[in-house]
């Protein structure tokens, strides 16, 4: 009898235990997580410069962006960014929240929410860098923070590392070395067997290098500018060598950049004048394209391709005037079309003067011969109160000819517009050169 009660007793007291919250060195799941919470608010806020979080929303497709963060213990945050052109601190609110594990949320908007915008930028509509600002906190690793994002499609690792009172200072330098390299810049690997150059593109932080001599050679990473150069992610594979930085070339400016991996180098170099470095391509006339297409827009015009020369002595006419584009139309292996485009009042396309030409290509260089006025002109042309535009084209289209006496150098730029840009500059004026479409 003895036995039998005190194994009621025994189960009583054990199905007590059961009903009541797990407990693990003393606390419930809850009063850990509450702990856990705040342990990590009193990690954020105890950094003296903050942190910094190097963001690759998705890796090969986008490039990184770095993001300061200096929390107080009371839910707000300050920030600033190179991920803009503004770099002012701003401030904000954040929470911890209960998730998988403590849940770092940004609930009101700074810079970080600009990666998970999904209405910028305008040509990443409708989903954008594809960003967040919600971090589930795993701990510690060594003194970085370790958080995972939350979108299963994209889900990674990210890392906090403690800031420094110099980056404060350097996103608007960051983001002036991204802008910078977005513009002209051409890539050079060196090995054993020689050089060989690389188109170099740049869109959203995303690198894409195409060999000159074979298109079919391609390579892609991303970059974030860093105090000493470019961090790459992912490693970018070249002749079986991985490249994770470059260090940029002190005294260069615009800024160089250059690494060395067992035998094998990276070099990235601004283009400057490429007709100082490369030679010209004028037999692409007859393989590559049927017509070259200086265009006058803004877009052309602010090209570091354009020369204020050039844009101020073939189409601007006066304050409100401008001739709108010039055409090199190639018929033939010989014969060619050039002509100059202007939108006369009320019309809602260019009207063309046109000269009829011949063309040759001598040492890679396209050299244009006047022939004869093309007598098929639009009435515009011909009317007399058009005269002085008219007289004012015919000039302008014999000053081009002239450009060439000694040879257009002609090479394919990095950059695209839909269709390839081509930069051609006079040899003979060498302050006279412009971006050309390709057709």
């Avoid at 954040?94 to 929410?113: A, S, W």
């Avoid at 004012?392 to 000819?401: D, E, G, K, S």
């Avoid at 269709?419 to 057709?439: D, E, R, T």
């Amino acid at each position: 009898m003895k036995k039998i009660l005190y194994m009621l007793a025994l189960g009583a007291v054990v199905g007590c235990q059961k009903s009541e919250p797990d407990l693990l060195f003393g606390k419930t799941a809850s009063e850990r997580m509450e702990d856990a919470k705040q342990e990590l608010r009193q990690t954020l806020s105890a950094a003296p410069n903050g942190w910094k979080l190097t963001y690759f929303t998705v890796k090969g497709f986008f490039g990184g962006f770095t993001i300061l963060m200096k929390f107080d213990p009371n839910g707000r945050v300050v920030m600033t960014s190179d991920i803009e052109n503004t770099f002012e601190p701003r401030e904000s609110s954040y929470q911890i929240q209960e998730g998988q594990g403590p849940l770092l949320v940004f609930t009101t908007k700074n810079y970080i929410h600009d990666l998970a915008d999904s209405s910028s930028p305008r040509d990443l509509m409708p989903s954008g860098y594809l960003g967040e600002f919600q971090f589930v906190y795993f701990g510690k690793e060594g003194n970085k923070l370790k958080f995972r994002t939350q979108r299963k499609d994209t889900q990674q690792f990210v890392y906090f590392e403690p800031a420094t009172a110099d980056e404060w200072n350097s996103m608007e330098t960051y983001h002036n070395v991204a802008t910078a390299i977005s513009g002209s810049y051409y890539a050079k690997v060196i090995t054993s067997a020689g050089a060989e150059n690389y188109y170099m593109t740049f869109n959203h932080r995303l690198l894409t290098f195409t060999s000159m001599d074979n298109r079919d050679k391609v390579f892609e990473t991303g970059i974030v500018p860093i105090a000493d150069g470019l961090a790459l992610e992912p490693a970018l594979k070249i002749e079986d060598k991985s490249f994770t930085k470059l260090t940029s070339v002190p005294g260069t400016s615009p800024a160089s950049y250059t690494a060395t991996v067992d035998g094998v180098t990276l070099e990235l170099h601004s283009l400057g004048d490429p007709s100082l470095e490369f030679e010209s391509q004028g037999d692409k006339i007859s393989t590559d394209f049927n017509a070259l297409i200086p265009f006058g827009q803004d877009i052309f015009k602010n090209s570091p391709y354009m020369s204020p020369d050039f844009f101020r002595d073939f189409y601007t006419i006066d304050e409100e005037r401008e001739f709108v584009s010039y055409e090199m139309i190639f018929n033939s292996a010989t014969q060619m079309t050039l002509r100059v485009g202007y939108l006369f009042p009320g019309e809602h396309e260019q009207s063309y003067l046109t000269y009829n030409c011949t063309y040759e290509v001598r040492d890679k260089k396209l050299y244009i011969t006047y022939v004869e006025e093309n007598p098929e002109l639009d009435a515009f042309w011909t009317n007399p109160d058009n005269e002085e535009i008219a007289t004012l084209a015919r000039q302008r289209l014999h000053n081009f000819i002239a450009l060439s006496s000694e040879g257009l150098y002609i090479w394919k730029t990095p950059t695209t517009v839909f269709v390839p840009i081509y930069y051609i500059k006079s040899i003979a004026q060498p302050n006279y050169y412009f971006p050309s479409l390709s057709f």
